[in-house]
């Protein structure tokens, strides 16, 4: 389930895969904050390189026949840094939304980085990329304690050419609200309010006469218990 924390071998790498079958422009990303979720680095197709010897293999822009990205994250590199956490992002940077796709995801965990890119008896996480949005954050990685943290979060802004650098705000934002939810037990209110954060550019927490939304919480809502449960909680 969403929040769940899954320790990671004690190894020096762990290297980020994405795959996908398309004619569309798939990039994967990592963004490296501290414990106060301030920037210190970001490694996607137009920075490759950071801490250490963590780097992306590089951009690929059609993936018609099928393709792959990589990341290599050098975790070692990363404690001497202090770096906090690892968000994990993927956008269609072209704008189809995954639901269209093939794509899938993960990653394995190593003790160095070679030149054999895709080791099966590495793989760690696999999953599926289906949301019908553009942009995808399936994970988050705790340096310190060693974890992963499955957040399973999407992006509302189904924007062409969406990257680090024009998402980063909003991007933290949802980081940081997808780690409350894993650290404390939240009332419906607050998982509600975490939803629409990671799904609306605007929140209204009274209704106004004459917008018309996308989705509404209210006391309705509370009523409907079965799809609370497959909906929010899974």
């Known amino acids: 389930p969403r929040g769940s924390r899954i320790k990671i071998a004690d190894v020096n790498f762990v290297r980020l895969y994405t795959y996908w079958k398309h004619h569309s422009d798939v990039d994967l990303g990592a963004i490296l904050l501290d414990k106060d979720f301030k920037v210190k680095s970001t490694i996607n197709y137009y920075s490759l390189s950071s801490f250490g010897e963590s780097c992306h293999s590089g951009d690929i822009r059609n993936g018609q026949h099928g393709a792959t990205e990589f990341i290599d994250l050098d975790l070692k590199a990363f404690r001497s840094q202090k770096v906090k956490y690892v968000g994990v992002t993927i956008y269609s940077y072209s704008g189809e939304k995954f639901s269209e796709m093939e794509c899938f995801a993960g990653f394995m965990e190593r003790e160095r980085p070679d030149q054999k890119q895709f080791d099966a008896t590495t793989i760690k996480q696999k999953f599926d990329v289906t949301s019908n949005t553009t942009q995808a954050i399936p994970m988050i990685f705790d340096i310190e304690n060693n974890e992963f943290i499955w957040i399973d979060l999407s992006g509302s802004e189904d924007s062409l050419y969406a990257n680090h650098s024009n998402t980063e705000s909003k991007l933290i934002q949802r980081i940081k609200a997808a780690l409350d939810l894993s650290n404390t037990k939240l009332t419906l209110f607050e998982l509600f309010e975490l939803h629409s954060i990671a799904r609306a550019d605007k929140i209204h927490y009274e209704k106004v006469e004459g917008v018309d939304y996308d989705?509404?919480?209210?006391?309705?809502?509370?009523?409907?218990?079965?799809?609370?449960?497959?909906?929010?909680?899974?």
């Open 215 to 234: 989705y509404i919480f209210d006391l309705e809502k509370l009523k409907d218990l079965d799809e609370i449960m497959s909906k929010y909680l899974d």
